[in-house]
């Protein structure tokens, strides 16, 4: 069988909303699964994975029947889906009686469930969330009791307060592939069967790097898989060195080539190094006004020259304060760092007393 992996979609999430560039994050995050499933439609496979968070929080009822009228346009994919622990299902949610379209299987139950797909000579396992918390290792005990059939787990979870997972355990409970969400971050373990899609879009900007789905064939003695990036944007960390010659207009300038050559529509965290002149200042929001930027970081350090420094103030807190240092050389890098902080606050405390 074709299938495809996918999870962690959090549709109702609004991320960066707060900045101008941002505000329609919100919206992407559902053009990129609708685009999912138009790819599906042009390319069929014959299941559709779904592990968990497929929305941000409780969908709303037209939030429901917008997704199944989604899932209607690919009637010959099976789509089997979980809630995760941010759609945990709650008093009153509407996952209860939904009913979704023919195609459509969908775990109801907070123990687990074995779901038969004959078309597909297949089971699959797993079950929802019914609070934001689990703590049990609820996937690590079971084992399949058709083991000739194709038999996949879809769980959600792998951190200690969201179902632990010990892969070891998993992998000897005889699933031929266990489709895992919760962790953003995509990872393929092909030796033990077991694959975390990672988000379809980042969704904060701890979701560094591309995101995606899982592609794969599946057989009974065949497992191949790949991860396949989607997203409309990525969160990028771009670092920049400086000089002591640099200038302000040549630090914007460089970062904006960095960033065009780098995907103009990402989201990057700037972080700022090297050496800079004592009187060079960084501001942070002119370069803000790069691109989709969500942070600037200045690591830069200035460039003293030592030497001189204290012979011009051997007689006061200054000389005395590098001295102390220079006499203990070579510095750590966390030694290096008092140092020329150091210096900065007592250059500034003595020129605010002129």
């Given at each position: 069988?074709?299938?495809?992996?996918?999870?962690?979609?959090?549709?109702?999430?609004n991320p960066e909303s707060k900045r101008e560039w941002g505000q329609k994050r919100g919206d992407e995050i559902?053009?990129?699964f609708e685009r999912l499933i138009k790819e599906i439609k042009i390319n069929p496979v014959d299941l559709l994975i779904i592990s968990g968070d497929l929305f941000h929080r409780q969908p709303l009822l037209r939030e429901l029947k917008e997704v199944d009228?989604?899932?209607?346009?690919?009637p010959d994919t099976t789509v089997v889906l979980c809630a995760g622990n941010h759609?945990?299902?709650?008093?009153?949610?509407f996952y209860k009686d939904f009913q979704w379209s023919n195609n459509v299987l969908f775990f109801n139950d907070k123990n687990i469930q074995k779901i038969a797909l004959?078309?597909?000579?297949?089971y699959v396992y797993g079950l929802s969330y019914f609070e934001n918390e689990i703590t049990d290792p609820l996937y690590d005990h079971i084992i399949v009791d058709e083991p000739e059939q194709i038999n996949i787990l879809v769980g959600h979870g792998g951190d200690e307060k969201h179902i632990p997972i010990n892969r070891r355990k998993i992998a000897m409970s005889g699933f031929d592939y266990v489709a895992m969400g919760h962790i953003h971050i995509p990872d393929i373990d092909e030796k033990n069967k077991i694959a975390y899609c990672g988000s379809l879009e980042p969704i904060d900007c701890g979701d560094i790097g591309e995101r995606g789905y899982i592609s794969g064939i599946l057989e009974k003695d065949r497992l191949d898989i790949e991860f396949i990036p989607f997203a409309?944007?990525?969160?990028k960390e771009l670092t920049y060195t400086v000089?002591?010659?640099?200038?302000?207009?040549e630090l914007r300038h460089r970062l904006k080539d960095a960033i065009t050559e780098s995907g103009e529509d990402n989201m990057y965290m700037i972080i700022l190094d090297g050496y800079r002149n004592?009187?060079?200042?960084?501001?942070?929001?002119?370069?803000?006004?790069?691109?989709?930027?969500?942070s600037v970081q200045d690591e830069t350090v200035p460039d003293f020259d030592f030497e001189e420094l204290y012979e011009e103030n051997k007689d006061n807190i200054l000389g005395m304060f590098i001295q102390k240092h220079l006499d203990h050389e070579p510095l750590s890098p966390l030694e290096q760092k008092t140092l020329y902080y150091g210096t900065k606050a007592l250059l500034d405390a003595m020129e605010d007393r002129i």
């Open positions: 069988m074709r299938f495809i992996h996918t999870g962690d979609i959090h549709l109702g999430a559902w053009n990129t009228y989604l899932f209607s346009t690919i759609d945990a299902i709650k008093k009153g949610s004959p078309k597909l000579n297949a409309k944007r990525s969160y000089n002591p010659k640099i200038t302000n207009m004592p009187d060079f200042e960084i501001y942070p929001s002119d370069i803000e006004g790069l691109g989709n930027i969500v």
